[in-house]
C-alpha cells in the first residue's frame, strides 16, 4: 500500500473515531454533570473538522506536478498542519473562558459512572495515538503526526478530567469545582501541544534541515554507484510526504560529458529504487582534482 492510501485510511480512523468519542462526551458531561467531560467533549468535536482538513490536504498534496506547481503540491501538508493549530487554540480559548465561569457559579458534585466512561476513553485514545503516530512516521507525514497529538492532547485532557472528577467525588461538598480546574489545566496543556504541533510544520515551510539520516542513505547509496567517488552538498527538502534532493557527486575529471551524465542517471535511478519517498534528485557532477 502506498504511503498515501496509509495515511487517508489512518484519518478516516481518526474521524470516525472522533466522531464517536465525542458523542459518548457529550451525553456523559452533560447527564454526569462534569464540565471537564464536556470540554474533552468540544476538544473531540473540533478534532473531527481538523482532521477532515487533514484528509483534504493529504488528498490534495498526492495530485501530480504541473506548471503552475513543478514541485508538485506536498507543500499544503504543513499549511494544513497551521490551521488544526487554529482549530485547537480556538478550543482551548472556549474550554478556558467556561472553566473560569463555571468557578464562580455553584453546581453539584459529577456522577461517579463518569469515571469509569473517562477510563475506557483515555485507554482509547492513548492507543489511537500511538497508532496513528507509527502511521505518521511510516509516510512521513507532518500533518499525520499533528493528528497523532491531537489523539494524545485528548487523552491528556482525559486523565485531567478524571483527576478532577475524582478529587471532587472524594472530597464532596466545597469542592465542585475541582472538576473546572481540571478542564482549565486541559486547555494551558492544549496549548503546549499547538507549540508541538507547529514548530515542525513551520521548520518544513522553512526548509529547516531536520533530515541526517536520509543524506546519510544518500551519501552510502551514491558511494556504492560505479563512477562516484564521493559526494559533497547534499540539501534535502520536504514537501507532504516526499523529498526533493539537490546533490553534488565529485566523478573523475577525465571522463566525456556523456559518462558523467550516464553516471547521474544511474545514481539517481538507484536513489529513487533505494528511497521511494524521493519525488525528485538533482545531480551536480563535480571533477575530481
Not at 506547481?69 to 482551548?92: D, K, N, Q
Not at 496513528?132 to 492532547?153: C, G, I, P, Q, Y
Not at 540539501?235 to 559518462?259: N, P, T, Y
Amino acid at each position: 500500500m502506498s504511503h498515501q492510501k496509509t495515511a487517508v485510511k489512518t484519518v478516516y480512523f481518526s474521524i470516525f473515531s472522533n466522531a464517536l468519542l465525542a458523542a459518548i462526551k457529550w451525553a456523559a458531561g452533560y447527564f454526569g454533570n462534569s464540565y471537564a467531560l464536556i470540554a474533552d467533549a468540544i476538544e473531540s468535536t473540533t478534532d473531527i473538522f481538523s482532521s477532515t482538513l487533514v484528509l483534504l490536504g493529504l488528498k490534495y498534496s498526492n495530485k501530480p506536478a504541473d506548471k503552475n506547481h513543478p514541485y508538485g503540491h506536498g507543500r499544503i501538508e504543513p499549511l494544513v498542519t497551521f490551521m488544526v493549530v487554529g482549530f485547537l487554540m480556538v478550543s482551548a480559548g472556549i474550554i478556558a473562558r467556561q472553566s473560569i465561569i463555571n468557578m464562580q457559579t455553584p453546581h453539584e458534585l459529577p456522577h461517579a459512572y463518569t469515571l469509569i466512561i473517562l477510563a475506557g476513553i483515555i485507554i482509547w485514545k492513548e492507543t489511537s495515538y500511538r497508532l496513528v503516530l507509527k502511521k505518521a512516521k511510516e509516510t512521513k507525514s507532518s500533518s499525520l503526526k499533528a493528528d497523532a497529538w491531537h489523539h494524545r492532547s485528548d487523552a491528556i485532557t482525559s486523565v485531567a478530567a478524571f483527576i478532577g472528577i475524582s478529587v471532587a467525588l472524594i472530597m464532596g461538598k466545597g469542592f465542585e469545582s475541582a472538576d473546572d480546574w481540571a478542564a482549565l489545566f486541559a486547555s494551558v496543556f492544549i496549548l503546549y501541544n499547538c507549540y508541538k504541533i507547529f514548530r515542525p510544520a513551520l521548520g518544513e515551510i522553512m526548509d529547516e534541515h531536520t533530515h541526517d539520516d536520509i543524506v546519510s542513505k544518500i551519501r552510502e547509496i551514491s558511494k556504492g554507484t560505479e563512477g562516484v567517488i564521493d559526494t559533497e552538498k547534499c540539501f534535502v527538502r520536504k514537501a507532504g510526504m516526499k523529498f526533493h534532493i539537490d546533490l553534488h557527486i565529485i566523478v573523475d575529471s577525465q571522463i566525456s560529458v556523456k559518462e558523467g551524465h550516464e553516471i547521474s542517471h544511474k545514481l539517481k535511478s538507484n536513489l529513487e529504487k533505494e528511497l521511494p519517498e524521493i519525488s525528485n534528485v538533482l545531480i551536480h557532477i563535480e571533477p575530481n582534482e
